[in-house]
């Protein structure tokens, strides 16, 4: 059973930074990030693929983030991070990793096979 623990949430005001962190108890070939906000549907933030000599192939950004949100993995690729700045008050929301085994477009992903429980990032105005 694969395993994804997050870290990282916490409250800011607006403009401030927070990064999250994701560590996969095995080998992923996607790894992002997803956010839900009360009253509204999850959504994609951030994702990558590795594809072919498992070098990242996609990586994918909401258009709401762009800009500010990086997406990043460590050398072992089984922990990715997702570094926010410039947080606004629209960004507050439970934050969830997702993975899997495919090679899948990271971009716009839907379906995803494992997740986390979920980080909570509450930005003040």
């Known amino acids: 059973q694969v395993q994804l623990v997050e870290s990282g949430g916490g409250s800011v005001q607006a403009g401030g930074s927070l990064r999250l962190s994701c560590a996969a108890s095995?080998?992923?070939?996607?790894m992002g990030w997803f956010r839900q906000a009360p009253g509204k549907e999850r959504e994609g933030v951030a994702g990558?693929?590795?594809?072919?000599?498992?070098?990242?192939?996609?990586?994918y950004y909401a258009d709401s983030v762009k800009g500010r949100f990086t997406i990043s993995q460590d050398n072992t690729e089984n922990t990715v991070y997702l570094q926010m700045d410039s947080l606004k008050p629209e960004d507050t929301a439970m934050y969830y990793c997702?993975?899997?085994?495919?090679?899948?477009?990271?971009?716009?992903?839907?379906?995803?096979?494992?997740w986390g429980q979920g980080t909570q990032v509450t930005v003040s105005s």
């Open positions: 997702a993975a899997d085994r495919d090679e899948a477009s990271c971009v716009a992903r839907s379906s995803v096979n494992y």
């Open positions: 095995g080998n992923m070939k996607y």
């Open positions: 990558i693929t590795r594809g072919g000599g498992n070098r990242i192939y996609c990586r």
